[in-house]
């Protein structure tokens, strides 16, 4: 059995899959995870939760916006270590 939060299941895959959506879970009402969730199933989705929290995961698909500092640590930490060398 598979929750939102957790919907990476065992390998071999679930006969059903429970998938609970509720609105206070806002952050993670997303049409990937959603969509991951349904297609790990082997036989039966069953969705338990409110109906506009359905709709608010089946449209949001902000995928490509990230809120991290990676790239910018990844970059001063390249100009730290240049910065070494050169000195």
Do not use: W
Request: glycine share 4%; aromatic share 8%; hydrophobic share 45%.
């Amino acid at each position: 059995m598979c929750f939102e939060e957790e919907i990476t299941c065992d390998e071999s895959g679930d006969l059903f899959i429970i998938v609970p959506l509720l609105k206070e879970h806002y952050i993670m009402l997303r049409r990937n995870l959603l969509y991951t969730a349904v297609t790990r199933a082997k036989a039966k989705v069953i969705l338990i939760g409110q109906r506009q929290a359905v709709y608010i995961a089946i449209h949001k698909c902000d995928v490509g916006q990230r809120n991290t500092v990676l790239a910018d640590r990844i970059v001063a930490y390249y100009n730290r270590e240049m910065s070494k060398r050169v000195a």
